[in-house]
């Protein structure tokens, strides 16, 4: 893990010609930027920080020293607020690039950064509670040259997305996800920016009329997000699929889309890649018997918790450069697994939390012999293969969920031999023990995400968590209903400074060393989550 020192030789090595520099997810302080960054003032035009201890003095010096700057990244930097965009990025007139998301900047210091910075392109403010409709009608839509403009997860409501459509005739993307007052009202200024590629209005109250109006104005789209979007229905899909042929990805969970909606799309846009019908209860065999028979070019489908069965998953196996398939939840069986492993070949995602599916010791057959399985998801009921099998087929393995099976230690410990590229694992309520953690902590050195759940896992367990390889990279940690107390956490706060978020047991972890997380940037929750899991 790069720290102050790493990072201050680095710099004075490459100096004079450093133009970029990346430092995200890093131990570095403002001790780091105000050694190395003006070293290479003259010629510096890139800088990432994102995810440091950086504060916004630090910035203010980045700034006055490098005014060439076109990118800046401080996302996820707790200490950054409105200072850092009001008397520092407004000193550089350059910047088309500005990511400030889940920082502390309100609609002044948004404000402040556009009127100072005629060429901004790509702004992101998302996780920025404080950023409202003002900083859009006063600042952004002022920016001519803005293509580019993430409000996900902020106070934003349809006379701000309209203002910025309105203003931004260059606009390519547009993500208002979970922006609860955004109804569909700033569709028709949308719908005049007709070189959008990319619309995510994800949890949003957009209804058909919205989606048909989306793709009568822009056809160029080749990306859509209406997840959770309860209004949308087959209308405005079919609609919208007549009118944007160059649809590539079409996210549409949890909505009230049937087969009728999928069967248009598969017909009109032929170019479709990814496809989200995830809790989509409409959804039938029928329309992804479908997609295995037109759908060729498809590499990603998400089927979770539709009524799909075998009949629909053996013609979905027709489409063999999927590379990410999610049939949890639906009724699936060992039949349809068995259609899967024997066509696709390029297979590095698999979910199949499925209560009739009760092996994956088939996925070794076929052609998935040869697959690197990445993410594997299984349900509980379902066998995990010899250790033998786990070696050959699952030695790619960055991604497992095994949470709510039967597993202990001896299974993890026999996956952990050959899963030595873990990057992601869950194991909430399961019968493991230390010992599992212990042989992922030494073993799996890339992991950054750890569910640990309702299991036997104790400060021991942790401690060599923290001690481990892996400690600089970590940056989950699912601990409720453990036995772990403040011995372990603090080791955790000391030594995994790249820790964003921790979910911990109340009673045995004091008030003194949630604090502690707190004050590193980590979200802290005592509270059950799907992501704890």
């Known amino acids: 893990m790069c720290n102050d020192n790493v990072a201050s030789k680095l710099a004075r090595s490459l100096y004079p010609g450093l133009t970029h520099v990346d430092l995200g997810m890093t131990r ?23 995810r440091t201890g950086v504060t916004g003095a630090s910035i203010i010096e980045l700034a006055t020293a490098c005014p060439l700057l076109m990118h800046v990244d401080v996302s996820s930097c707790a200490n950054v607020t409105d200072s850092c965009c009001v008397d520092a990025l407004a000193r550089c007139p350059m910047l088309a690039h500005v990511y400030l998301r889940s920082t502390r900047v309100t609609d002044v210091g948004v404000i402040a950064l556009a009127l100072a910075c005629p060429y901004l392109r790509y702004v992101d403010v998302s996780s920025c509670a404080s950023v409202t409709d003002s900083c859009c009608v006063d600042a952004l839509a002022r920016c001519p040259m803005l293509a580019h403009v993430d409000l996900r997860c902020t106070n934003v409501t349809d006379v701000g997305v309209g203002a910025i459509a309105s203003g931004c005739l260059l606009l390519t993307y547009v993500d208002a996800s979970f922006c609860n007052r955004v109804t569909g009202k700033c569709i028709g200024a949308l719908a005049t920016c007709p070189m959008l590629t990319h619309v995510s209005l994800c949890r949003t109250n957009i209804t058909d009329d919205g ?22 229905t087959d209308d405005g899909v079919c609609s919208l699929a007549q009118k944007c042929p160059m649809l590539t990805h079409v996210l549409l969970g949890h909505t009230n889309v049937g087969d009728a909606g999928v069967l248009f799309l598969i017909a009109l846009c032929p ?12 959804v039938t065999d029928v329309g992804v018997e479908a997609i295995g028979v037109r759908a060729s070019a498809l590499t990603h489908v998400v089927l979770q918790q539709t009524n799909v069965t ?18 949890s939840s639906t009724q699936t069986t060992d039949v349809g697994v068995e259609a899967i492993a024997k066509a696709c070949s390029q297979l590095i995602h698999l979910s199949l939390s499925c209560r009739d599916v009760t092996s994956v010791v088939g996925l070794g057959a076929g052609r998935m012999s040869n697959a690197h399985i990445a993410h594997l998801g299984l349900a509980s009921n379902t066998s995990v293969p010899s250790a033998e099998r786990t070696y050959y087929y699952y030695k790619h393995l960055e991604h497992v969920n095994l949470a709510f099976t039967h597993v202990g230690d001896d ?58 390889q892996c400690a600089t990279l970590l940056m989950h940690v699912a601990l409720l209903d453990t036995r772990v107390s403040d011995v372990g956490i603090r080791t955790l706060a000391t030594e995994c400074r790249s820790l964003a978020s921790a979910f911990l047991p109340r009673d045995s972890v004091s008030d003194a060393t949630v604090q502690v997380l707190l004050r590193n940037g980590c979200h802290v929750s005592h509270t059950t989550s799907w992501i704890s899991q």
Do not use: Q
């Open 211 to 232: 989606v048909s109006a989306l793709g009568t104005g822009c056809r160029l789209l080749k990306c859509v997000n209406f997840s959770m979007c309860t209004s949308v």
């Open 411 to 468: 299974t993890v410990c026999m996956m952990t031999a050959a899963a030595t590229k873990l990057e992601h694992v869950s194991l909430s309520y399961t019968r493991i023990t230390d010992l599992s953690v212990v042989s992922l902590a030494t073993r799996c050195r890339r992991l950054t995400h750890i569910s640990v759940t309702s299991t036997k896992v104790t400060d021991v367990g942790v401690v060599a968590l923290a001690t481990s």
């Open 271 to 282: 170019r479709l890649r990814h496809i989200n019908l995830c809790a989509c209860h409409r």
């Open 310 to 327: 075998d009949v629909g998953v053996v013609a979905l196996a027709r489409c063999v450069r999927l590379e990410h398939i999610n049939l």
């Open 28 to 50: 570095i302080t403002d001790a780091c930027v105000y050694d190395i960054l003006p070293l290479c003032a003259t010629t510096l035009v890139h800088v990432d920080l994102r």
